[in-house]
């Protein structure tokens, strides 16, 4: 169904699969004892009426299981019955909405597959009944998994056919992964900040016994209280001299103020990062540079980042680690696609890109209307 060929296509592939297995835990996941009543214990899970069988299960957990290489066993019997419930719940669209695939049209697939091919090219009946038997599958069972597999496909290709790309959205995708920018930053924590005013906020034994007077509410375990208090009034104090540093950063920023200047005023630790395409996580230099998560995470730095001047401050970034001021010191982005390039790759990613994105939302809709039962037992899926 998705192009093994396109690593993103087959990334947002198994989003798709997680996507959906989480609408089916979401809104079938809870234990329906009463729906189990006078189901079949040979069969692992019900999709809107179609059983799903063990030997189904088995089947698919042969075909496949060799894809999920390193999961624990639990997990993979999940994730097989969740791809056999997304199987099902394709084909109910498919023949909702009128989708076929032919007896020919199957056999041709069959014809075509390379490890039904003794010598390549040549489809050999004898290898063709060997897997068949290695895989516990009829020779009709099989027609119906390829059948299967062609609607999947069918589904996934109308998408692609009414997903596309106009030129400003393959432009704007060629500038975000090739720009390169690199920025220099200022930290300073609040641990420094705290030792750096040890004095200016610390607490007199006057100030809590005010803070206790005032606040008597507050009074609680006599053996603790004057510490606590202590720690709040230490706390609101230091609050208040490090919203006062903030808002001076900031009039330094909108005044048009150089790095230099901020960076002297925090008094921080000053370092320039690697250089980063658009979107990425913005890190200290070195193989192991530490992902400097604060500042690339915060507005100032995704609004101001590319529009800010060379040199220039930004506006104070705060987080719960420190203060964070930044000026980008590279900014390479293309304005254009150079005539040497060419963009059809590009646009057909784009293009696989909003077809999933369709795809998944049609088929979450229909997962989320679909009733599942799930009477999946260890004993079920044992050899």
Known sequence: MFDSKSPVVKVVGYIILGFLTLIIIISFGM??????????????????????????????????????????????????LNNLIRYKLQQQLAAKIGIKVSD?????????????????????GERFKTIMSANRLTISDFYE??????????????????????????????????????????????AELK??????????????DDEMKKNRSEI??????????????????FEAFRTKLLASID??????????????????RVGQSERFKIGEPVREPGPAGKALTSLSGSKVFVEDCLALETGKASKAISAGDGIYVFTPVQKSIPDSIPPTVKADGLTARLADERATLSYMAVM????????????????????
């Open 251 to 268: 009039e330094l920023a909108i005044a048009g103020k150089s790095f230099g200047e901020a960076a002297a005023l925090m008094r921080g």
């Open 364 to 383: 979450t809709r229909f997962g989320e209307k679909s009733k599942i039962i799930r009477n999946l037992k260890d004993k079920d899926v044992q050899e």
């Open 145 to 190: 998994t390829v059948r299967s597999d062609l609607v999947n496909g069918e589904i996934m290709h109308l998408f692609k056919n009414g997903a596309g790309a106009v030129p400003d959205e393959v432009l704007k995708q060629y500038i975000m992964d090739n720009a390169q920018v690199q920025i220099q930053f200022c930290v300073v924590t609040t």
């Open 220 to 237: 609680k375990d006599p053996k603790t209280d004057r510490d606590r208090i202590r720690k709040k009034l230490e706390d609101k104090k």
């Open 104 to 124: 020919e049209r199957v056999k041709q697939q069959i014809r075509s597959l390379p490890y039904f091919q003794d010598p390549p090219g040549t489809f050999s």
């Open 195 to 208: 030792e750096r005013h040890r004095a200016a906020i610390a607490v007199t034994d006057v100030e809590i």
């Open 31 to 80: 234990p329906d004892f009463m729906s189990r009543l006078g189901v079949d214990q040979s069969t692992i899970a019900v999709v809107n009426g179609e059983k799903i069988h063990a030997s189904e299960f088995l089947r698919f957990r042969d075909m496949y299981a060799r894809n999920l290489k390193g999961m624990e066993s639990g997990q993979q019997t999940q994730l097989i």
